[in-house]
T-cell receptor, first 116, second 116 residues
């Protein structure tokens, strides 16, 4: 597509429920990233995919967070047993993997998650 | 680990005037990339300008330019002829050029207000 898309735009859930956030990257971008933006922590890196594999999961805050990518395209970030501190905007970005400045990341509009 | 510091939480500028947003970073690497992103209330992170560390020439994109001082580890953004549409949160970001690290490290942001 023309840009990175994310769904849903907003999600309200109850504490303890599981949620799935979806990201559809720019066509042809083999790298995909998830970030979290919260008031207290700013912008934090969560996970990076190259194709379908995730060489860097270092930012996932706990084992309640997981992500997968299938077909080298769409990615899903899953949060199990949500907690109130999970409330944040979850941003997805994609880039080429070519080395250098062409690996600039382009962002989607984010999903705002509110855990009640 | 790299860190990015934006020391100005808020800035304001009169329409048509010029404003400079500050960013400093800490790294032991010799090659890296620097970015300025803009985030309006719509949440979409929009790339403003990017700089390759090994290029001494400062990047420019229309009304936006940077002052890149590698020795001082400083990367400021100058916005000329400010427009109402420039009002947004501005983030400075760093990415390593080495190894498998692909994630962006962000500063805490500067909220820019443009006064009519």
């Amino acid at each position: 597509g023309a840009g990175v898309s994310q769904s849903p735009s907003n999600k309200v859930t109850e504490k303890g429920k599981d949620v799935e956030l979806r990201c559809d990257p720019i066509s042809g971008h083999t790298a995909l990233y998830w970030y979290r933006q919260s008031l207290g922590q700013g912008l934090e890196f969560l996970i990076y995919f190259q194709g379908n594999s995730a060489p860097d999961k270092s930012g996932l805050p706990s084992d309640r967070f997981s992500a997968e990518r299938t077909g080298g395209s769409v990615s899903t970030l899953t949060i199990q047993r949500t907690q109130q501190e999970d409330s944040a905007v979850y941003l997805c970005a994609s880039s080429l993997v070519s080395g250098g400045i062409k690996e600039t990341q382009y962002f989607g509009p984010g999903t705002r998650l509110l855990v009640l | 680990a790299q860190t990015v510091t934006q020391s100005q939480p808020e800035m304001s500028v009169q329409e048509a005037e010029t404003v400079t947003l500050s960013c400093t970073y800490d790294t032991s690497e010799s090659d890296y990339y620097l970015f300025w992103y803009k985030q309006p209330p719509s949440r979409q992170m929009i790339l403003v300008i990017r700089q390759e560390a090994y290029k001494q020439q400062n990047a420019t994109e229309n009304r936006f330019s940077v002052n890149f001082q590698k020795a001082a580890k400083s990367f400021s953004l100058k916005i000329s002829d400010s427009q109402l549409g420039d009002a947004a949160m501005y983030f400075c970001a760093y990415r390593s050029a080495f190894g498998s690290a692909r994630q962006l490290t962000f500063g805490s942001g500067t909220q820019l207000t443009v006064l009519p």
